[in-house]
């Protein structure tokens, strides 16, 4: 009975090294995206404090020198700025941040799931690859490149639609001049769905791709249609991930992509009620300001990292509320 016991003891001290051993592996592996996510994540976190200083460079001295001994704490200053001035334009510049958002969170998950459940019911897998591709390629333009586009395409003089106009006996439109200016947020809304949508039905095709075929043959021979087939089977596989990209593009809500607004609209004055939004509004007013910008930045970045962390909590309880299982924690 001793010797059993022992051997028992044996066998399990062999297997916790062998479990051990396990573990060490994993945690080797996992080291360098560790490291890679204490380096460039967390520890840039402590510039934080910048939002709360006015920061100074002390010559000769290094970058923390300055951040503690030379830059006085300020408060909440630097936040101020952002409220500052003109509350028509803060209202205008927070109306536009949040309402461009909601319209992108809603069509930017309708859309793509529309045209990937489209693809995937082609026939022709050399079509469907061939619209994917075309679909997608936007994504990888410049908002440089898409705002030169943008302009041989609605230029006063040169533009191609003004030529077309002058070619049907219609006066030409100043597309960056107010008379235009009620175009705009469609175009806007357009450009950033072109270019976008691209990544999202990639994502949702691939989720597609992973549902098991034989439930669609079992559909058919009980009879459904393929309308009934996209209800049963397809959406109720891509819930999770609709809700994981809602959840997303609502923490980042209180951002937007200033490509898209400075560079499409060319920064013209006619058009900022259109295109001003929080990003917009601080790069520009970095050039009308003789104090140092750098608190004032930081602050707006961690004004919008806060309120999109809130706006993340908030939807993802939601999420969790009438469907535990899509929710993200």
């Known amino acids: 009975m001793v010797t059993n016991q022992l051997v028992d003891n044996k066998k399990k001290r062999k297997k916790q090294k062998g479990a051990w051993i396990d573990q060490l592996q994993l945690l080797i592996l996992a080291l360098p995206t560790t490291l890679w996510y204490l380096l460039f994540c967390y520890l840039p976190m402590f510039g934080i404090i910048i939002a709360f200083k006015n920061y100074r460079v002390a010559p000769g001295k290094g970058f923390l020198w300055s951040l503690l001994n030379n830059s006085p704490w300020v408060g ?48 022709s897998k050399r079509l469907a690859k061939g619209c994917q591709t075309a679909v997608f390629l936007p994504y990888f333009l410049s908002w440089v490149v898409v705002g030169y586009f943008v302009y041989a395409f609605l230029a006063t003089k040169e533009g191609l639609v003004n030529n077309l106009l002058i070619s049907l006996g219609s006066d030409p439109v100043r597309w960056y001049q107010g008379e235009a200016l009620g175009y705009w947020p469609y175009f806007l809304v357009f450009l950033q769905l072109w270019k976008s949508i691209g990544y999202g039905m990639v994502v949702y095709m691939a989720v597609i791709s992973g549902i098991d075929t034989t439930l669609y043959e079992a559909a058919v021979i009980d009879g459904s249609s393929i309308w009934q087939q996209v209800k049963y089977i397809t959406l109720p596989h891509l819930r999770t991930i609709m809700s994981i990209m809602f959840i997303m593009a609502v ?79």
């Open 76 to 123: 909440l200053d630097n936040f101020q700025f952002l409220f500052s001035g003109n509350m028509d334009r803060t209202i205008q510049m927070f109306r536009n941040t949040v309402g461009y958002n909601l319209i992108f969170i809603v069509l930017g998950v309708v859309i793509p799931v529309t045209l990937a459940i489209m693809l995937s019911q082609l026939f």
């Open 251 to 329: 923490g980042r809500i209180f951002y937007s992509d200033f490509g898209l607004f400075y560079r499409t609209t060319r920064n013209s004055n006619s058009l900022t009620s259109v295109f001003t939004t929080i990003d917009v509004y601080v790069f520009n007013s970095l050039f009308n300001t003789n104090r140092p910008v750098y608190g004032y930045v930081s602050a707006s970045g961690f004004l919008q990292s806060a309120l999109g962390c809130i706006m993340l909590l908030l939807a993802n309880s939601t999420i969790k509320r009438f469907d535990p299982d899509s929710s993200m924690f």
